[in-house]
């Protein structure tokens, strides 16, 4: 199957192969001309930023303003909906809805910073106002976005106004690698001239580049693009084709790269970065796949609450919920981070209990209390090391091979994404043997160099 022919909208729904266009240029070609793009003839100094090894639980939230967009990203987790403008997450919340929760994540949850996402966040009406009052209330703003708003040199003015902390853009590819994934000509023209428009007001960004299969072949120019043009971190995220990606035969081995695909491409691209001393991040992808140096950059659900730049499990399973992310309905009642694995696997037979009208109210609230009682006594950190194994194991379907049975690090390793493993299985494993079994998710992370924004992770 040939690539989608790119409209002026360039939207397709179809799935994608990896098959690169005639006029596809060469990595170092594409760099070169990204370069130009973004306004860089010559090294620019890199920018000062204090940096941080202190690992504490991240305080920063999510919220969803509804699945609209104005690209199709071919690997999209939530293309269905973005798709459907009669799915109940499509649209775009309020104003109102949206501050109740911003302002829920800091009263409730003790949050200080957010990251908010749409679908794309720039396309909603009201996005300054929100930026302006979650700085207000010390919930620092970051925006996830593809960056072609920020094309407008104005827009980026009234960003920093608002009082906007930095922008996560995503730079899912090169030239014509990115147009093809995001499904839209002109894309990455426009993008690369919203990052000389962020250098130019002096707002902060930070790379995150999804590992689709067309973009194998150029990690090591987005790491040196990311250095070039002063990006602050870079995000590597595995693409594991869950949630939309399951359906209408969307994934296949033409546009998934096998994690080891990666390897060499992603190892370089660490080497890049890490020798102009960038922050680097790899999501979601085994710790076997990479050289041992840089196992201080990999952050599986169990490291993922120690990175300040992601998301905190208390609030994420709250916000995560369906009355949080859709614009119809009030917002659900808070919880908190409590019950874990027993409580995931028995909800059934609980919410069973539950409903019952004589002993239903009792057993919620002998639940409850026995359940923070159980809680406060297992730590804090225990208690997003389990929840990190109820998102990897049972929301995710996570499974290890007899090669992890053997490895050191399979304490504090997910093993292979489950919809992955469905598709390629678990052979790529590599056990990793280093002296005895490591059980701290801190043991490598521990050693990498955070930056740290205005003071305050
Ligand atoms: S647990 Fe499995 S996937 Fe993880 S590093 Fe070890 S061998 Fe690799």
Known sequence: MNAPTLSARGVSSLAIDATASADELEPEQALARALELAGVTEPLPRPQVATTRN?????????WLGQTCNLRCYFCYFLDRIESREHPEHPFMSLDKAKEICKTLVDVYGNNAIDIQGGEPTIWYAILDLVRYCHEIGLEPTLIT?????????????YKEAGIRDFLVSVHGLGEVHDRVVQ?????????????????????????CVLSKPVVSQL???????????????NFLAFNPFEDQGNGGRRSSNNVPRYSELRDSLNRALDVLDAAGVEANVRYYPLCM??????????????LSYDH??????????????????KQGPVSP???LTGQRLAWKTRRMREGIARLRVVGPAFLRAEKTIGRLGDRMRGRDALYRENARVRSELHC???????CQRCDLKAICDGFHGDYAAMFGTGEAVAVHCGGKVADPLHFIAAQDKIVENGAP
């Not at 690992?55 to 919220?63: D, N």
């Not at 379907?397 to 090669?403: I, K, L, P, Q």
């Open 55 to 63: 690992r504490t639980i991240t305080r920063r939230g999510v919220l």
């Open 146 to 158: 593809n960056a072609l708003v920020l094309e407008n040199l104005d827009k980026c003015k009234a």
């Open 184 to 208: 839209l000509s002109g894309a990455h023209v426009r993008q690369m001239k919203a990052l000389a428009n962020l250098r130019k007001v002096g707002i902060p960004y930070r790379f995150n």
């Open 220 to 234: 090591p120019q987005i790491a040196e693009l990311a250095v070039k043009t002063g990006a602050l971190v870079v």
């Open 290 to 303: 990479v050289e041992e140096r840089h196992r201080k950059s990999m952050y599986n659900f169990q490291q």
């Open 309 to 326: 730049h992601e998301w905190d499990y208390a609030s994420w399973s709250w916000t995560g919920q369906q009355p949080q992310r859709m």
């Open 334 to 336: 808070t919880l908190p």
């Open 397 to 403: 379907g996570y499974v290890y091979s007899s090669e």
